[in-house]
Every structure is written in C-alpha cells, then in structure tokens.
C-alpha cells in the first residue's frame, strides 16, 4: 500500500527552476526597470534572491567568504618602468589600508556579480574608498547633450538609493572621459561587474549550482515546517485485532485481559508525533493480532533530498575550492601521495584568474589617482601542503647530490625563513663547505682545486684525517 501526499513548500523563499530560467533568459541582456523606461539597468539575479540563498546555505557562504580573502588578503605588487619607488609605496600602503573595504567589494562580486566602492575622503583628509550596499545600488542610463559638438550621447551612472535618503549619483572610474565638464563634483564609483553580456553585470560565480541550493534550502524550510506541525506523517502503523480483549499479561492471580488500547498507548508512548494509528477491528473473533507498518511516499520530498544531497559538490565544483581550504578534512590519503598539493595548485591557478579583473581596475585606479601605471598583481596565498611539498623536493635533491649544501639551505630559508634564528653560526655562502654535494649523507667532493687542501675540507669527515692535515701544514711552516 502506497499514499501519496503532496509536500507543503513555502512560496516566498523557494525559487524554482522555471523562475530561474525567467530571469536569465529574457529578452534583454540586462534586466531594465520598466517603470523608469529602461534606463534603470539591474543585476540579472536579484540581490534579495541570492541573499536568501546564501546565507540559509552554510557551506555556500563559508566558500564564498573564503574565495574573497584568497583574493584580497594578501601583498600587492607594482612593476613595470614606474621609476619613482616612493610613489609606488605609496600606492601599496593605500590598498593596504583600504583592504577591509575591498574585501567586502569582492564578497559582493562573488555573491552577486558585482561590487561597488566609494572614492571618498577620510576624517584625517586621507584618500580612501568605502564599500558600497550592493541591494541599494543600480546604473542609471541617461541620454546628454554635448554642447562642444552638439551631439547628443548616452553616458552610464552609478547610483545609490536608500529609503528616506538623497539619491546619490556617481561617475563610474573606468568611464571618467564620458562625463561632461558638469559632473566634475559628482564622487567617483569604483566599480566591479561586468561580463560577456553587460559591462556592469555578471552571473554570480556559483549560478550553476542554484538549483541545488534551491533544493537544500526548501528542504530546511519543509523540515522546519514539519516540526512546527508537529511533524507531519510519514508512516501508518495498521492494527487489525479480534473484537474482545486478548489476553497478555499473566499475574499472580491467573491471566487478566488487558484491553489493546492500554498496551498499544504504553509501547507508544513517547514515540513522537510523526506516525498515524489506524486501528482496525474485525468481526472474526479467530482472526489473530496482526500489526503491519506502512510507509507514506512523499516524491516531492524525496526529490529534494537528493538535490540538497550534490548541493556541497555543486558548490565545490563551481568555485573551484578544495575540500581542505573549508576545514572539511574527509577525505584519506596515503603518505605518498600528491593529491592535495596538486589541487592547491590548481586552485592557485583559479585564483590568479579570478584576480585578474580586480588587477587591471585596481591599474586604472591607480593610474587615475595617483598618476602609477605599472602592472598591478596581488600575491596569491601560499598554503602549507605546498611549502612542505617543496621542501621535501629539496631535500630529495640534496640527499641524491644534485643541489650544493648552500643552495638547499637558501631555498629552506625562503620557504621557513623562522629557521635562521635556529643555527648556531652566521651563514657565509663564501665558505667552501657551501658548495660542496652529499649523497645519502656522505660528501662527493667539491669541483673546484682539488689540490688545495682548503677546498677539500668537506671531504675530510674524517677527525684522523683533519688532524693528519693540520700537523701537515704545521711542518711546512
């Protein structure tokens, strides 16, 4: 026997996938705001939609906040023909400082496919930028007259809008040499969005697994639902007896007839409220006791546990994050194996194309700030799985004798430069014993003047030998 009954879904937070497919197949490219006659130009997925999404799905916030510090987080270097060093301090202590607002620029880029900063001027008159709400924020469109030519054309501006408060209009940094000589007051956006159907807008970079928090978070909101009813049923327990009691519990006294009701509430009891009791009673007194469980099939529920069950991986697979940078340690690996370095370096390589965007914005603002063109590049984090990988490599290569002594210790140094206060001499990579090879832990010997007895002392491990050379340079004297 099989029931079918409908699963309960609450409309206002669940997004299905035709609504989806709505929004990003419209006939515009970017989703205009028809009561202002297009010239209100929107993200292609409401910053409402995707807030309800992310932050009812733990992982998808914890991988999207984690994305942005990888980004961020870390120095900034300028290079190219930029002469003046000072200038160039100067513009990498500006980006240090300001590195709090720009995270959460780049948190939002991630989130919604695009991000907003202020160019502002701090209490102590200090240059800076102050991120900006991306729910209150949209482009306006506008159509201007250019008096030097005469022509009319469309220029795009960043705006800010918020209950209660002046509309704030902005020139967008990237676009400064549209604006006519009026607006020179108006601040200056910085802007991050764009792709390959807007300038101002992208997808969010986890879009591709939307269905699959969609399904997760529904089915937090139907398993909410259910303990608030009380749960809802998922089973029928069928009892089917004789008409009169039966006899189940002897005493001292003989056999008592204890009716079915009593029994069936005590093994019930404190069972919980999700099983419906029907209880069925035959007119056939030799019919026997029977007692038969049957399982409510709810498809729809079903259906969406399995969608929230691939949501992590969808997530996963959408940001290119490995498991590890989460905290999430579930996976084994032998000693020997390579695997979570070679996903660090794959994820190295995601995050340098995810920064490139940023990179080249941060360029333009530099060069209209501060007047600093050279080629911008945030380091990317280096994670410990790989430090320790390189450090094995190297002393691989110095136990097979293929790296000098002095070339092992300065690459363990670069990578642990802690390390140093630990020797108990100075370094000096003009001493011979720097050059020298080891195999396995036993000198090879050193290439250059053998006959100098100076340049052998790497060979001479030997306490017998050293001393048999000193005596033997004491009597040349």
């Not at 997004?15 to 497919?21: H, L, R, T, V």
């Not at 970017?30 to 010239?39: C, E, F």
């Not at 992310?54 to 906040?65: G, K, N």
Request: charged letters at 25%; glycine letters at 4%; a negative charge.
């Amino acid at each position: 026997m099989q029931i079918q009954t409908p699963t309960k879904t609450n409309n206002i937070h669940f997004i299905n996938k035709a609504e989806k497919e709505r929004l990003l197949n419209g006939q515009d490219t970017i989703k205009n705001d028809d009561k202002n006659r297009g010239t209100h130009l929107k993200p292609y997925i409401p910053v409402a939609v995707c807030d309800n999404l992310i932050y009812q799905t733990v992982l998808l916030q914890s991988a999207i906040d984690t994305l942005a510090e990888d980004m961020v987080l870390n120095d900034l270097t300028i290079t190219g023909n930029e002469a003046d060093e000072v200038k160039n301090n100067t513009v990498k202590d500006f980006w240090l400082n300001n590195q709090d607002e720009l995270l959460k620029q780049v948190t939002d880029y991630l989130s919604y496919g695009f991000g907003a900063s202020e160019v502002i001027r701090k209490k102590d008159g200090e240059l800076g930028i102050a991120q900006i709400q991306a729910d209150t924020l949209y482009i306006k469109k506008e159509t201007i007259n250019d008096y030097s030519t005469g022509e009319s054309k469309v220029v795009y501006y960043a705006v800010q809008q918020i209950a209660g408060v002046d509309t704030v209009k902005m020139r967008l940094l990237d676009r400064l040499d549209e604006y006519p000589a009026t607006d020179e007051e108006l601040h200056i956006c910085f802007w991050l969005g764009g792709g390959r159907k807007s300038s101002f807008f992208d997808y969010p970079c986890w879009l591709a697994s939307f269905n699959h928090v969609s399904a997760s978070v529904s089915l937090d909101i139907l398993d909410a639902d259910k303990l608030a009813n009380g749960n809802l049923i998922s089973g029928i327990l069928t009892i089917i007896r004789p008409p009169a009691p039966i006899n189940l519990n002897p005493n001292s006294d003989g056999v008592t007839n204890v009716p079915i009701e009593d029994t069936l509430e005590e093994k019930m009891e404190e069972k919980g409220s999700g099983l419906f009791t029907l209880e069925l009673t035959t007119l056939n007194p030799d019919i026997p006791l029977n007692v038969e469980y049957i399982q409510i099939s709810e498809s729809n529920y079903d259906y969406l546990k399995e969608m929230a069950s691939k949501a992590d991986q969808k997530i996963l697979a959408c940001l290119k994050i490995p498991k590890a940078r989460l905290l999430i340690d579930d996976t084994t690996e032998s000693m020997n194996s390579n695997k979570t370095n070679t996903l660090y370096k794959i994820y190295s390589n995601e995050l340098n194309k995810r920064q490139r965007p940023l990179e080249n914005l941060i360029r333009v603002f530099n060069t209209v700030i501060f007047d600093v063109t050279g080629k911008v590049e945030i380091v990317t984090p280096v994670f410990v799985d790989d430090k320790e990988t390189e450090a094995n490599i190297n002393t691989t290569l110095f136990d097979k004798g293929l790296i000098t002594l002095g070339q092992a210790i300065r690459k363990i140094l670069s990578l642990y430069p802690e390390y140093e206060e630990y020797l108990d001499i100075p370094l000096d990579f003009n001493n011979p014993i720097y050059n020298e090879r080891y195999y396995n832990g036993k000198p090879l010997g050193l290439t250059e003047d053998l006959n100098n007895p100076v340049q052998q002392v790497g060979d001479l491990i030997d306490y017998t030998q050293i001393n048999n050379l000193l005596q033997q340079q004491s009597q040349n004297r």
